[in-house]
């Protein structure tokens, strides 16, 4: 499959709005931010080309959105 750089950019893009949304200011919701923030560190070359780095993202991508499930 292919991997655009818009796919790193649209999930910065979506973190940067999240804190305004917080209106509640939950501070577990705050760190999954900050967690999801870390992960877009990566650019998108790297996660294209390098197989393990790109590995590690998804892991912790996925855990991320197990945690989020309680906000669905």
Do not use: W
Not at 4 to 28: T, W
Not at 39 to 64: S, W, Y
């Amino acid at each position: 499959s292919i991997f655009r750089d818009s796919l790193v950019e649209n999930v910065q893009d979506i973190m940067k709005m999240i804190p305004a949304l917080n209106i509640s200011g939950d501070m577990e919701l705050t760190k999954l931010v900050e967690e999801c923030e870390a992960l877009t560190k990566h650019p998108a070359d790297t996660l294209r080309i390098n197989k393990e780095v790109r590995k590690d993202v998804v892991t912790q991508a996925m855990e991320i959105l197990k945690k989020m499930e309680s906000y669905i």
